[in-house]
């Protein structure tokens, strides 16, 4: 009778634990914190600066500064600073993003320099200017950073310098139009705010003023090669 009595208690301390623990609260599951979800789908604008790096060649198409030599060439080079803004749209499709973008600003490429086989001082060149470019983008977005390529069309507003000993004077030039491509790195600082790395060569195309009264012609080509940095603002995210 006491060893039943015994078993009985054992039985009942083991039952009335399983119910007590039974009645305690279970801990929560541990959440991991939520990863946003970017989107680079909508319109955008910003601002950016840079540096560029640029190539002014001239040629001397008859040979009047260089003594009846056509075609004499003269190279300059030039390190100076750029800036505007920008505006555009993407549309995104799984991680495939597809763009369209304007950039406007001002371009610091003036420079000027004695021409090749002068005789007469003269001296040619090109003035600081406006720039512009309308162009497509194509990337890939890997979580909150996009790579991308982009191209497109750009144009140049600035006009040519020349100066001479020998009586001449020179006509204007039309706004130079040519092409841009590059690429470069874009990436969220927030939902609403992202930075931007970017590089990009421009060729100008060329342009050509004549000398009066004379009608001697020579032709200008301009190419540049740029490196920036800008923010933008993502508009309804």
């Known amino acids: 009778m006491r060893r039943f009595f015994i078993a009985l208690s054992a039985a009942s301390f083991v039952l009335t634990g399983s119910a007590v623990a039974a009645d305690l609260p279970t801990k929560a599951p541990m959440l991991a914190p939520a990863v946003p979800v970017w989107s680079w789908t909508g319109m955008y604008g910003g601002f950016n600066v840079g540096w560029s790096r640029s190539e002014l060649r001239t040629t001397d198409v008859n040979g009047f500064a260089a003594l009846a030599t056509p ?87 600035g006009n040519r310098t020349f100066s001479t000993t020998a009586g001449f004077t020179a006509g204007n030039i039309n706004t130079f139009n040519g092409w841009t491509g590059g690429g470069g790195v874009e990436f969220r600082l927030s939902q609403n705010w992202t930075g931007k790395l970017e590089y990009l060569h421009f060729d100008f195309g060329h342009q050509n003023f004549v000398l009066t009264p004379a009608g001697w012609p020579f032709r200008e080509k301009l190419t540049a090669d740029t490196l920036k940095v800008g923010v933008n603002y993502l508009f309804g995210h």
């Not at 004499?72 to 505007?84: K, S």
């Not at 977005?141 to 750009?154: D, E, F, H, P």
């Open 71 to 157: 075609g004499t060439v003269t190279t300059l080079h030039h390190n100076g600073a750029f800036g505007g803004l920008d505006v555009g749209y993407n549309w995104q499709m799984n991680s495939i993003v597809f763009g369209l973008e304007a950039d406007f600003g001002w371009m610091g490429l003036g420079q000027r320099g004695l021409i090749v086989g002068t005789t007469s001082s003269t001296t040619v060149g090109i003035k600081n200017g406006a720039y512009g470019d309308a162009t497509a983008r194509l990337g890939i977005a890997t979580n909150n950073m996009l790579w991308y390529l982009k191209g497109g069309w750009a144009a140049y507003d």
